[in-house]
């Protein structure tokens, strides 16, 4: 069974920083690209950032850039989300997401699998 599980949110002040993982089990994750994205209340969920499962290239969104730096463990099966930094307006859930391709993506349709999420709020 595919299986995607984030941890590391919680509360924490601006300018404060903060460690996502994704921990992912049922598949290999060595093939998979994988996505981090967030979800404001009221607002869409948007994509942060990606790092494929060829030569760990990454992308990030405009907004993370310089911030939050995604990172990969496929013995440990792990996926990181490091965010320093942070701004109020990071507060949302995160989710991680896989796809079966060597090709980062950044928007939703692209992925097959997500975790739950984990809540990051960003207040002083």
């Known amino acids: 069974q595919v299986q995607l599980v984030e941890s590391g949110g919680g509360l924490v002040q601006p300018g404060g920083s903060l460690r996502l993982s994704c921990t992912a089990s049922?598949?290999?994750?060595?093939?998979?690209?994988i996505g981090w994205f967030r979800q404001a209340p009221g607002k869409e969920r948007e994509g942060v950032s990606c790092?494929?499962?060829?030569?760990?290239?990454?992308v990030y969104a405009d907004s993370v850039k310089g911030r939050f730096t995604i990172s990969r463990d496929n013995a440990k099966k792990m996926v990181y989300l490091r965010m320093v930094g942070l701004k109020p307006e990071d507060t949302a859930v995160y989710y991680c997401?896989?796809?079966?391709?060597?090709?980062?993506?950044?928007?939703?349709?692209?992925?097959?699998?997500w975790g739950q999420g984990t809540q990051v709020t960003v207040s002083s």
């Open positions: 997401a896989g796809r079966s391709s060597a090709v980062a993506a950044s928007t939703e349709r692209a992925f097959e699998y």
């Open positions: 049922g598949f290999t994750l060595d093939y998979y690209s």
């Open positions: 790092i494929n499962s060829g030569d760990g290239s990454t």
